[in-house]
């Protein structure tokens, strides 16, 4: 039983992670409809600012985690702006196999410009948050893992707020129902798509320093892994649907672990894809997505 | 106050509209008619700046707006009420005529505009929380009227407001459309397939065919022009 709840709140960790970069895959193609791939690596830029900040802030403190994860987030939302101003909106008009390809090729030029700027060789993550292990009823809890649950639920309840409840986030959801209408009511896409970029991107970072909290070896490939991870959650929640990708990738986070926990655990990534398989097999749209018939 | 000259648009290699050239004075209704594929939509898109033209210009208010962004040509006071209605399905009524005001700041003028939109459509206040992509075809064509009036505009263009619309609720739109237009000051360009309607409540008609204009006048003589009701009106009883 005990090992359960510890498996439980370790999976908790694990998605909740996945839940932070999944979600701006699904938001970025709810709105533009394709798949950003350079978003694995915006994660990655978000875990090596947290390493810059944090080394120079005191170790083992709340304020000095929470200063360096604000800067990641910060860095991130500007670099997700800039791509996309930079790099996807010259394209948009075209076919959308131009952005795609071209997603594929600046997330190649993150990786490749990190390894020339950062270095290739792994570094240590300094263990900015005070790292404690905490007892309670024979279950031990890190303080990263309470950390990383608690910040996760934080951003993902404000980004619930922001996407639900303010002007910008009902005009990102109209602009992702329809395009044309939302400009003929007046809104700018441009500046909704920037302000999707910048919360996705934020989210991504703050994914990245928590990844880095609890796998702390950071490298420029390490977006790689947990990057398909969390474009699988998006997919499996249905891509495009908010509250599906943070599903998804809780049930990703959850599989993966009690599969790692078990005797099949060499076999955990493949099981974690053959339980997207199946559960597409059944839910084409994913778990909350919904094929909608487009109208001509 | 809308003035629309030698509007050419293409899609790719097929063009859609040669030469057009249209008047909208204000405070009136004036109605583009015609046949499917003969530019009607085009025209519209291309005005509230969804669509390029190749060449010629559009101006409001004494303004080129050929070239503008369409959220700034809705800033400068035209709404469009886009054909098959467009609304916001997964959106509540609430939330689409909140996304109607969008460019609005002013919460007081907001709110007065919102008590107009219910006014003229006490269907909507009942639907309020409900979210618009489960309402009738009548009842989204009022959202999606009510949307763009929530933008406060000077020139309201509607595509096919009876397009996929129960019969009863057709003339319970083109009264309001009449009101609209009576009681705002708000011109409107409506496009329709139903001539005889659109030709009874507009003052003057312009004739659409395969993307150039065939006849325009005043709307009285056109519903007696014996080559139109061959065209468009012929077979099609008055509705008494």
């Not at chain 1, 943070?246 to 099949?264: K, P, Y």
Request: hydrophobic share 50%; proline share 4%.
């Amino acid at each position: 039983m005990s090992e359960f709840l510890q498996q439980l709140i370790n999976g908790l960790s694990l998605g909740a992670i996945y839940a932070l970069i999944a979600l701006g895959y699904t938001m970025v193609y709810g709105v533009l409809r394709f798949i950003n791939f350079a978003h694995s690596d915006v994660f990655m830029v978000g875990a090596f600012i947290g390493y810059y900040v944090g080394r120079h802030l005191p170790e083992g403190t709340v304020w000095g985690g929470l200063i360096a994860m604000a800067a990641a987030m910060a860095g991130c939302a500007v670099l997700g702006i800039g791509i996309e101003r930079l790099v996807y909106r010259p394209l948009r008009s075209g076919p959308t196999l131009n952005v795609l390809i071209t997603a594929i090729g600046m997330s190649l030029f993150l990786e490749y410009s990190g390894q020339l700027v950062f270095g290739a060789t792994p570094r240590a993550f300094p263990s900015i948050f005070p790292a404690k292990l905490i007892e309670v009823h024979g279950l031990i809890v890190s303080m990263n893992q309470v950390i990383v649950i608690v910040v996760a639920a934080v951003l993902m309840v404000a980004l619930e707020f922001a996407v639900f409840k303010t002007k910008i986030g009902t005009a990102m959801r109209a602009v992702a129902l329809n395009p044309k209408a939302a400009q003929l009511v007046g809104i700018n896409i441009d500046v909704v798509i920037s302000f999707t970029f910048g919360l996705g991107s934020a989210l991504a970072g703050a994914g990245g320093v928590l990844y880095a909290l609890n796998y702390p070896s950071i490298d420029p490939l390490m977006g790689l892994v947990p990057g398909l991870k969390a474009f699988v959650a998006a997919v499996l929640g249905g891509v495009g649907n908010i509250p599906g990708a943070a599903l998804g990738a809780l049930i990703l986070g959850m599989v993966e672990t009690f599969v790692d926990g078990s005797r099949w655990s060499t076999y955990k990534d493949a099981i974690a894809f053959a339980t997207l398989i199946g559960i597409l097999l059944f839910r084409p749209a994913g778990l909350l997505g919904r094929f909608t018939a487009e109208k001509v | 106050m809308l003035e629309v000259s030698e509007l050419f648009v293409s899609y790719g290699a097929i063009s859609a509209l040669r030469g057009i050239s249209l008047k909208v004075d204000h405070g009136s209704i004036v109605t583009l008619i015609g046949g499917n594929g003969a530019g009607k939509t085009t025209t519209l898109r291309t005005i509230s700046g969804l669509l390029r033209p190749r060449s010629g210009t559009v101006t409001f208010l004494g303004e080129n707006i050929t070239q503008l962004p369409a959220h700034k040509i809705v800033a400068r006071g035209i709404g469009h009420v886009p054909e098959g209605r467009m609304v916001f399905s997964n959106l509540t009524v609430n939330e689409n005529l909140a996304m109607g005001a969008y460019l609005c700041k002013d919460k007081a003028s907001i709110a007065r505009d919102r008590d107009y939109v219910f006014g003229i459509f006490p269907r909507l206040r009942e639907r309020l929380k409900q979210s618009a992509g489960t309402l009738s075809g009548g009842e989204q064509q009022m959202l999606a009227i009510g949307r763009a009036l929530m933008g406060e505009p000077k020139l309201l263009m509607l595509d096919e407001p009876s397009l996929g619309i129960a019969p009863r609720l057709i003339s319970t739109i083109f009264e309001k459309i009449v009101e609209i237009n009576r009681d705002r000051k708000i011109s409107i360009l409506l496009v329709e397939q139903n001539a005889n309607l659109a030709l009874e409540i507009s003052s003057h008609a312009y004739v659409l065919e395969t993307g150039s204009l065939s006849m325009d006048g005043a709307s009285a003589d056109l519903r007696m022009n014996p080559q139109l009701k061959a065209a468009y009106l012929g077979g099609y009883k008055q509705p008494k």
